[in-house]
Nanobody, 118 residues
């Protein structure tokens, strides 16, 4: 599956953004979906992930640093997954990557940049 992120851009501290990840190719419902981020000089880190469950079986998890501020959601139609980023601070500045994985399949988008600055 090919992934394309969108929605990044310069935002002021305290501001919000909504990132989207669109999938093309063989898009199937049994991919686990996640958002990662990477800032200069640091390793890529997991921000949030969501499993393939529906309703009460859906499980979302978040990195400790973003709990309460970020929300991951599965989307219908062409957009696979979104990430709502609220109350951003400069430490959230990074390139944000979409990831889809199942079994041995592990696909990445090229990322969307989110600089947080006055």
């Amino acid at each position: 599956v090919q992934l394309v992120e969108s929605g990044g851009g310069l935002v002021q501290p305290g501001g919000s953004l909504r990132l989207s990840c669109a999938g093309s190719g063989r898009v199937v419902d049994y991919y686990n979906l996640a958002w990662y981020r990477q800032s200069p000089g640091r390793q890529r880190e997991l921000v949030a992930e969501i499993n393939t469950g529906v309703g009460s079986r859906q499980v979302k998890s978040y990195a400790e640093a973003v709990k309460g501020g970020f929300t991951i959601s599965r989307e219908e139609s062409n957009a696979l997954v979104s990430l709502q980023l609220n109350d951003l601070n400069p430490e959230d500045s990074a390139v944000y990557y979409c990831n889809a994985n199942v079994g041995e399949i592990n696909s990445w988008g090229r990322g969307t940049q989110v600089p947080v600055a006055p």
